[in-house]
């Protein structure tokens, strides 16, 4: 028997992050071949976090252009994504989460009869238009998909709703929390010089993204508004808000903000300093469904700014409030953070429900398992 060859593919910041620590199991594994392929959906920021885990594509697409739309990724992923597949023959592809990426990847994978593995699996609004495209994203892979790689018990149920075999479902735990042990440093030192000359003990420093494509617009204005507003009445905050380099987030921000002397609106950093940040700050406010997972596992709560979330987990686990994008809702549910201790640390001390830094491992084991190689079904998270 040969080598299991397994094809990666990712094109988005949020997807390498969580796809870094996987490729590097992967590498580890003797049994595998493994090949990374990446559409480059997004360059700068993807190349950022290949750079910071030493990850080098064995295939880029680059079809990142000016202005492009959902149309141009979709086809030039899926036609680029065909040539590699039908040049590799792997024995399965790795795609991850809900980008329009992932969408082609699955898709390509299927026109060439390869089996598909979908990594962070039964994620659901149930509202094909909230996130936009996201949601229809992942329940389109989900149909293409072989095996489902289900990050907590209430992904499976979904899967399991749907009519998925339960047999290929793994519940596996989130492979972002497998990130933090490649960036999570004790006196980690900031490459940017605004975060690193920030008073961390003096001022409650307050994370911030706001990117989302169904946000833009008044949406986004209102979370911007409400920041300026809990900027003005707390003193002692400091708000970091890591601006998304699409040009109507950037617009925005800098209108109604840029002004204030106790917000710094900086260009998203790499993924090291944006663990340490957030290590370092005192609570997030976000519409980053990463950073709902990420979050709770450094013991900080997080306003979300989404009228729905598919990390209902969170909610119940008492992790994360549903904050929506309403101004008046935002600073209540904020400035109930930062004047009442009692519930910040209700918040702050929850169990995250994500997982437990083992999720690569899991799906490693998985993959031998179902190819042959392993008699060891993984354990799964939770148990």
Not at 65 to 80: N, R, V
Not at 132 to 151: I, Q
Not at 312 to 321: F, I, N, R, S
Request: charged residues 25%; proline residues 4%; hydrophobic residues 35%.
């Amino acid at each position: 028997m040969g080598k299991l060859k397994v094809v990666t593919v990712f094109g988005t910041r949020p997807e390498a992050i969580k796809m870094a620590p996987l490729v590097i199991e992967l590498g580890k594994n003797a049994n595998i071949e493994s090949f990374v392929c990446v559409t480059a959906q997004h360059r700068e920021m993807l190349d950022q976090v290949l750079d910071k885990f030493g990850i080098t594509p064995d295939f880029d697409l680059n079809i990142m252009q000016q202005s492009q739309t959902l149309e141009h990724i979709t086809t030039k992923a899926l036609l680029g994504l065909g040539e590699i597949f039908e040049k590799v023959n792997p024995n399965i592809v790795l795609v991850h989460g809900d980008t329009t990426t992932t969408f082609a990847g699955s898709l390509a994978a299927f026109y060439k009869k390869i089996c598909v593995g979908h990594v962070e699996a039964g994620l659901r609004t149930f509202n094909k238009y909230y996130p936009y495209p996201e949601e229809m994203n992942r329940r389109l892979t989900g149909v293409l998909s072989d095996y489902h790689f289900a990050a907590t018990p209430l992904n499976r149920q979904n899967l399991l709703n749907e009519g998925v075999c339960k047999d290929k479902i793994y519940v596996t735990g989130n492979t972002v929390i497998d990130t933090f042990k490649y960036t999570i440093k004790e006196d980690y030192v900031f490459s940017d010089s605004t975060l690193n000359n920030l008073d961390y003990k003096g001022k409650r420093v307050i994370t911030v993204t706001a990117h989302r494509r169904e946000n833009l617009g008044k949406p986004l204005e209102n979370i911007c508004k409400a920041l300026k507003f809990i900027a003005d009445a707390y003193k002692d905050v400091h708000i970091v808000y890591l601006v998304h380099l699409n040009p109507a987030v950037r617009k925005t921000a800098w209108e109604i903000l840029s002004e204030h002397e106790r917000i710094s609106l900086l260009d998203p950093v790499d993924v090291e300093q944006t663990h340490n940040l957030m290590k370092k700050s005192y609570l997030i406010i976000t519409d980053s469904g990463g950073l709902q997972e990420e979050a709770p596992s450094l013991g900080k709560p997080v306003i979300v700014t989404r009228n729905e979330t598919e990390r209902q987990e969170a909610v119940d686990a008492g992790t994360v409030k549903l904050a929506g994008t309403n101004k008046k809702r935002i600073i209540e549910l904020t400035s109930m953070l930062l004047e009442d201790p009692v519930e910040y640390n209700r918040m702050a001390k929850a169990v995250n429900p994500y997982g437990d830094g083992h999720a690569s491992e899991r799906i490693v084991k998985a993959l031998l398992y179902e190819f042959g190689y392993s008699r060891e079904k993984p354990e799964e998270f939770g148990k």
